[in-house]
């Protein structure tokens, strides 16, 4: 079957408190909510919107725009307290569950970057937490003559790999595209490219659509090698990973496959068994 795509749609615009503004892409309308990507928000904040709060049956992953003012500091009751500078990210595999909290690490100064929330298949939804991350230093690049560059944040590109590896295959590209690059989309997984800035196009088996600054497209692999062209020089971020058709309930902070295991995280979550963590001191 010849790989397929989503409607390309427009990154919605969603006011909360804190937050000087925020992008988040509708997963539903592509079609691949869960699959396994569940949360694409595109954030900018300088405040301290959230108190320590927690997940449960997916990673919760913050990616710092190389742009970025400011830096992210992620803690977890699991005892990780990091800075995230520009260029940095923070895998946070909550598994069976954890409290955590992220925050700019100087408030004042704007933190941009993508939050994601990233499925996990039934059989790791109680595996135990971890917390990865990568300093900007360390994630490779991929670059060419003509001025493209990818930076492999996780995953593997032509011959280039991260050294973050998550507990499930997933990929994250961070696309700065002058001309031309391609990807394979293997047989069953699932790909979100969002374009931040700029416009391409997007093609496959014979079939292309162009994505504009603040859309995205969907695509199901089957195999085929994918072409990303650019039409306006373009910064872009291509999320792939295998598809999830299995279950799913939200149940607020947890991602699960039936109520009673939403229940029970809400139990182990009240009881103290995924931790404690005190809120980051505020500011007088």
């Known amino acids: ?11 919605r615009e969603r006011r909360i408190p804190g ?6 892409v509708d997963l539903d309308a592509l079609g691949v909510a869960g699959s396994p990507v569940a949360v694409l928000d595109d954030f900018r904040v300088s ?6 709060h927690p997940h449960a049956g997916f990673a919760a992953v913050t990616y710092v725009f190389e742009d970025s003012d400011g830096a992210l500091r992620s803690r977890a009751s699991s005892g990780a307290d990091l800075t995230v500078r520009p260029g940095g990210i923070v895998w946070t595999h909550a598994g ?29 939804k109680l595996s135990e937490p971890i917390v990865l991350h990568l300093d900007a ?27 973050l590896v998550p507990v499930e295959p997933f990929t994250l590209l961070d696309v700065e595209l002058r001309r031309e690059a391609t ?9 979100v490219v969002y374009v931040r800035a700029g416009s391409l196009t997007v093609g496959a088996d014979g079939h292309s659509v162009r994505v504009d600054a603040g859309h995205a497209v969907a695509l199901r692999g089957s ?11 373009a910064q872009a971020l291509v999320l792939a990973g ?37 809120p980051a001191p505020r500011p007088e």
Not at 100 to 112: D, I, K
Not at 253 to 270: G, H, K, L, T, V
């Open 242 to 278: 295998p598809e999830i058709n299995e279950p799913r309930v939200d149940a607020g902070p947890f991602i699960m496959n039936d109520r009673s295991q939403a229940e029970s995280a809400i139990r182990r979550y009240q009881s103290g068994a995924m931790g404690h963590l005190e």
């Open 223 to 233: 195999g085929a090698r994918v072409g990303l062209e650019a039409v306006q020089a």
């Open 96 to 124: 069976s569950g954890v409290v955590h909290e992220e925050v700019p690490a100087v408030v004042g100064r704007e933190l941009h970057g993508v939050q994601l929330f990233v499925n996990l298949s039934a059989r790791n």
């Open 19 to 24: 937050f000087t503004a925020l992008r988040y």
């Open 47 to 52: 405040g301290l919107p959230f108190s320590p």
């Open 183 to 191: 990807f394979v989309l293997p047989s069953g997984h699932n790909a």
């Open 1 to 11: 079957m010849p790989t397929t795509f989503s409607p390309v749609i427009p990154a």
């Open 137 to 163: 230093s360390d994630v490779p690049e991929w670059r060419d003559e003509r001025g493209d560059r990818i930076r492999v944040v996780v995953g593997s590109y032509d011959g280039t790999s991260s050294p």
